[in-house]
Each structure stands twice: as C-alpha cells, then as structure tokens.
C-alpha cells in the first residue's frame, strides 16, 4: 500500500519524552495499534500475524513487559518507534481518534484527551487542525479503506472529546437519515427481549451477532415493533436476521429504503417461507443447524454413539486431561491453539474458501474471548500437562436450549474432541437441547455434527428480490 503521510498535530520531540503512548494496562487492549488490512502485507515479514489474516485490519498483539503491555515495534532501550517513518495509519492519526457517538449513531472525528500534549493546545486550533486532516482523508480515497476496517472505529470513551461528526462516512455506513444504530454492549437487553418475545428458532442471539463487529458493520433497528440487523460488509449488504412473517408494509418500505435495488434477507426458517413464496423472492438453502438431546451427549450412551464413547473414554485414560471453567486470562492461550489448529488445517490442504472462514471465525471468536465476562458467557477448557489442548465455549439461547459457538482442540490428541463435547454437555446439564450450529455448507462438518446423532435439523433459506422486476 502506498504509504500515507498524515500531518502530525505533536511535534516528534515532544512525542518521544512522552511515557503513555504505545503502552497499555490490558493486554487486549482496544487501544493497542489497528493495523489497517491494507497495512497488514507490510507486516509479512514480521510474521506478527496469523497467516490467515488477510481480508481485515487487526490490532497488535502486545508484549508483557513488567506490570505493563507493550507495541511488539517499541524500543524500551531508546523509549521509541523502531519503525516511525512506517508506523501504521493508526499512529500517525494519533491523538485524534475515530469513535461512535455516544448514540452509536454516527461517527466521529475526535481527539484522546489521555495525551498530555492536548492541554497545551487551544480548541480553536485543534478543530482547524481536525478539519484539515478530515480534508485529506476524504481527498485521499481513504475513506473508503476506513470504511473497509471498521474495527478501527472505537467505541465512545470518557477521555475522548468529539471534534467533527463525520458525514461523508456516516452516510456510508448508515445511509441517509434511517436513524440506523451500530451495535454495541448496550443493546444486549433490547435483543433478548426481543428474541424472547419472538421465540427465534435458531442459534442467533445478541452474543453471536455482536461476535462479527470487528469484520462488519452490524446496524439495527426497531421498525413496526420487528427488530432488523443488517450486515454491511465490503460488498456484502443484507438483512441478516429475517423478521420472521412479518415483513409489513413499513418494515418492508424500510429494508427497500436501506438495502438498494437488491434484497437479500437471511436465516429464514422453514415455517416463514410461504411468504416469500408467494412473493416469488428467490429462495436459496443456507445450511442447516443441528441440535442435540444435551443429556445424551453427556452420557454418550446408546449404539448411535458407540465409536464417539470409545474415543472420548481413549483420550481420558491415555491424556488424563483436567476440565476447568474457561476464565478471561485463557485468551491468549486460547488464541494461541486456534492458530495451531488452524495451522494443522493448512497442512492437510483444505479449499480458500474454509480459510475465508477460519479468517472470520477466528475474529469472531476473539471478539468474544476478549469480552467473555461482560458478556456473562459460559465454557471449558480442557488441560493436558497444565497446557490447554481444548476450549468451547457458548450461550444460552432460552431457558431450554443453549448454543455452543465455539469448539477447537489440538487434533494431534485422539479422541480430544468427542470428549470436550461430552464434557461441555455434562456441566451445561440444566440445558435440554444444545444448538451445535450450522455446517458453513462444509461436508467433513456436516459428517461430523451427523456423527453425534443429532434430534433435530433446522434448515435456513436466504430470500433475495431485485426491485423493478415485479413484486410488492
Ligand atoms: S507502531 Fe510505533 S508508534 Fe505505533 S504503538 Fe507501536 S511503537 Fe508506538
């Protein structure tokens, strides 16, 4: 990517007597350096990254450095960037920030008051200063690479001071007035009530819709009483969650509105296609979800499971694996073993479209590890010789069911992964059903899940429409 020179607010002096920036007091921190997708290539040789990540910008992962989490690129010794004439985007647009209204409603041009500097400066000059940087990124084409990362986009904090609503990329991401919401922490209440008024049939729940927000700009709304989320990711914009049968005139209006020309709505369930039907929307099969009788995985009893039992019993005589809670200070171990296994994929040569999936579910999966205890979430990790060789984790769905998002082992151990299942189900016995998700239409997952011998299949449709070619 060619390199872009922003103007520098801090002269480079000042910045480098400075004892807060490029250090941090998590080691997830949301303030640690978003390296741009664009960027990411630039990095190859420092293989800091993954070697799946390809398609989105990423935060750094920081070094412990005594009570402290440090950039991988600072220079303790000299107290300075090793790479400053190559630092990322994100640096050199440091101290102004990119962050959501309070409202989650737009974005906004701001700056970090934690930088000592700002004291200094007067607001008058600061806002020039802003307006002149908005200018060059908007003459650029820059936005459009902002707008293709949007985990570059934080959330509102209390040291951050807005300078200038962003309306040429608001009207990007939000489109025009729709009073669109980005999703956030906080609708977490609105979406259970819904989804427990709406008894949704399916695996999606406020967690497994928040997981994708650093890869997709997830934008909702309540309309007509019907909640809708729509996904909106490079080319990728559509109605992620269908309002069921009841597509009423102004929730109709309204996805037209958003959406364009053409409409495409997902997870439909069975029960609701008789509308689309009868639209003539053309419907497409999505994949299915498996759902199992939790006690019977638990127990792995019966001849169905026969050769899963066996192989759960060889890996905890021959491993003697401990079974613990998954706590917040997993992460990294947990992440750690999501990249072994992923390596262990790449050795047996799978198609590019299951490392587009790795790539995303690994984001999503990192969303939630990074935000397991706020999001009250549930899971096991399993220990062989005080390492971890196994995580899963998920959450309920309603009182009966619950969903495991998550199930990753190191594969080098037979027998590893019937056993988390069984082990999982067996502490999540208040259940009745478990919700293993879909099978990403990948026929080694769908033989897998079908092994266990689930009680029920749920298929999900998608429905699309081209305005203009006679309907409604
Ligand atoms: S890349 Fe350089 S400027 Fe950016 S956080 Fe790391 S050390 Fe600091």
Known sequence: ????????????????????????????????????????????????????????????????????????????????????????????????????????????????????????????????????????????????????????????????????????????????????????????????????????????????????????????????????????????????????????????????????????????????LNFFKKNNWELKSEGQEYIYECEKIATLEGKDLKSRRWQSNYFYKHCLPRVRELKNEDIAECLELYVNWAEEKRRKNRPPYYFMLIEDNFFAQRRLLIDYVKLNLAGIVIEVEGKIVGYSFGYPLNEEEFCIFSEITNLKFKGITPYIFQEFCRKLKNYKFINAMDDAGLENLRRIKCAYAPLRIRRLYSAKYIQGEGFC
């Open 1 to 272: 990517m060619k390199k872009i020179a922003l103007p520098q607010l801090i002269p480079q002096n000042i910045c480098l007597k400075c004892d807060i920036c490029c250090r941090f007091s998590e080691e997830f921190s949301h303030w640690a350096p978003y390296i741009l997708k664009e960027e990411i290539a630039d990095f190859s040789s420092e293989k800091i990254f993954p070697f799946f990540i390809k398609s989105y910008g990423i935060n750094l992962n920081l070094k412990k450095e005594k009570d402290l989490f440090i950039c991988p690129f600072f220079d303790l010794s000299h107290h300075r960037c090793s790479l400053y004439p190559l630092r990322p985007f994100d640096c050199q647009l440091y101290p102004f920030v990119l962050f959501y209204n309070q409202t989650y409603t737009g974005v906004v041009l701001g700056i970090d008051l934690q930088c000592p500097y700002l004291r200094e400066i007067e607001r008058e000059y600061l806002l020039n200063f802003a307006l002149k940087l908005k200018e060059i990124l908007e003459e650029t084409s820059t936005l459009e690479m902002i707008y293709q990362n949007p985990g570059i986009i934080m959330s509102p904090h209390p040291n951050f001071q807005p300078l200038i609503l962003w309306d040429k990329l608001n009207k990007i991401i939000f489109g025009k007035n729709l009073g669109l919401k980005i999703i956030s922490l906080e609708d977490r209440e609105i979406f259970k009530q819904f989804f427990m008024k709406k008894n949704i049939t399916f695996s999606y729940a406020f967690e497994y819709l928040y997981a994708w927000k650093d890869i997709a700009y997830l934008l909702w709304k309540i309309i007509d009483k019907e909640l809708l989320v729509f996904w909106k990711q490079k080319d990728d914009f559509f109605l992620l969650l269908s309002p069921g049968d009841a597509l009423s005139l102004p929730v109709l209006s309204f996805i037209k509105n958003f959406l364009g020309k053409e409409i495409i709505i997902k997870n439909i369930g069975e029960e609701y």
